[in-house]
């Protein structure tokens, strides 16, 4: 994998993770510095599909911050 100085996060719901626990740690293996955040109560896509105003209030806060 090719060096990269961008930050990388890998969001998963509290509800998905046994199913995702195995994705996790594939990408974890090439991107050992990756951000995982932990998205309390939601399924896969769930955040994004259900609840999309909080998907854009936490997705900006991620772009603001690094700005």
């Known amino acids: 994998m090719p060096e990269t100085d961008t930050e ?5 719901g ?3 993770w ?3 626990y195995r994705d996790l ?8 510095d990756m951000k995982v955040v932990t998205i ?3 399924m896969h ?15 900006f806060a991620v772009f603001k911050a690094d700005s």
């Open 8 to 12: 990388i996060h890998f969001w998963v």
């Open 14 to 16: 509290t509800e998905e």
């Open 18 to 20: 046994g199913s995702r």
């Open 25 to 32: 740690k594939w990408f974890q293996s090439y991107l050992p």
């Open 40 to 42: 309390p109560g939601m």
């Open 45 to 59: 896509g769930e955040l994004v599909m259900m609840h999309p105003e909080e998907f854009a209030r936490l997705a």
